[in-house]
């Protein structure tokens, strides 16, 4: 998640979730940006297993014009037999969207379908965690798909206990404190 300090407005108070990260670089989802489309506008074959609000979420920076699918599984659910499902951490999968939905029928508690995603070349996001830029802190799958977006990363911060718990209240703009 990004450090108080990151003023990047592609990632300032941004929550990221890490879906790959090797020595080749990393790739990511933004959490907390949701756009005006809906996924029943982009994508309405898969609308009826978004979580709400429905939306599709600017997953980063990068190529805007790809999108990506994260999934909760539902517990017990595997991800493997599953086509079109790759696991990623615990319940969290990726989905290939050009597979069937229709497979994925009560499989899965609800997915979030981003614009976009945030990508590092090798050791860019290692040296940006050494700068101060990032806060590396565990994710709940529930992170992926919650309906209270807006404040996921003063949410985030406050269940790390302090001292991070105290950066969730540091102001957006510090001219106005």
Not at 25 to 48: H, I, M, Q, T
Not at 79 to 102: I, K, M, Q, Y
Request: glycine content about 14%; some cysteine.
């Amino acid at each position: 998640m990004a450090a108080t300090g990151l003023t990047d407005p592609n990632f300032s108070r941004t929550v990221v979730y890490i879906v790959e990260h090797r020595g080749q670089g990393s790739l990511g989802v933004v959490l907390n940006r949701p756009s005006e489309a809906s996924v029943r506008e982009v994508l309405p074959k898969w609308a009826s297993f978004a979580a709400e609000p429905g939306g599709v979420f600017v997953g980063g920076p990068v190529d805007g014009t790809t999108a990506l699918c994260l999934a909760i599984l539902r517990p017990g659910e595997r991800p493997d037999g599953l086509t079109g499902v790759v696991a990623v951490n615990g319940p969290v999968a990726l989905v290939d969207l050009d597979s069937d939905p229709a497979a994925l029928t009560g499989k899965v508690r609800g997915l979030r379908i981003f614009a976009g995603y945030s990508g590092w070349d090798a050791g860019q996001l290692d040296g940006e965690i050494s700068r101060g830029d990032w806060y590396v802190v565990p994710g709940l799958p529930d992170d992926v798909t919650t309906a209270r977006h807006a404040d996921l990363w003063g949410r985030v911060l406050r269940r790390q206990g302090p001292p991070l718990a105290l950066l969730a209240t540091f102001p957006v703009e510090m001219g106005l404190n």
